[in-house]
């Protein structure tokens, strides 16, 4: 079995910062891409960051140069990814999703989710 447990959320005023957090464990072989998305009320879950076991990252448009993942791979079993959210906007307000590609112990692929962590902005 493999977890995704997610941590950080809450509620901040506008242009206030948060940090994110994700542990995986479990059976795990080895991680591929990390990443978080976010669903808003009404609107489809969309990719937010993610990064990939060498570190390369991807950013969503609208949070490019406000949003910073990094991860610090294998320490024992455990992965984090660690978002770090600046300026926050009303609109950043959504539940966060951690995501994982793994590989697990019986090699096989696929993705995993976290429970979700609600993130509110207040204008």
């Known amino acids: 079995q493999v977890q995704l447990v997610e941590s950080g959320g809450g509620l901040v005023q506008a242009g206030g910062s948060l940090r994110l957090s994700c542990a995986a464990s479990g059976s795990i072989f080895r991680i591929n891409s990390m990443g978080w998305y976010r669903q808003a009320p009404g609107k489809s879950r969309e990719l937010v960051a993610a990064?990939?076991?060498?570190?390369?990252?991807?950013?969503?448009d609208s949070v490019k140069g406000r949003f910073t993942i990094s991860r610090d791979n294998a320490k024992n079993t455990v992965y984090m990814v660690y978002p770090q959210m600046n300026s926050l906007k009303p609109e950043d307000t959504a539940v966060y999703y951690c995501?994982?590609?793994?590989?697990?112990?019986?090699?096989?692929?696929?993705?995993?989710w976290g429970q979700g962590t609600q993130v509110t902005v207040s204008s």
């Open positions: 995501n994982a590609d793994i590989l697990d112990r019986w090699l096989i692929q696929r993705d995993y």
């Open positions: 990064i990939t076991r060498d570190g390369s990252t991807n950013y969503a």
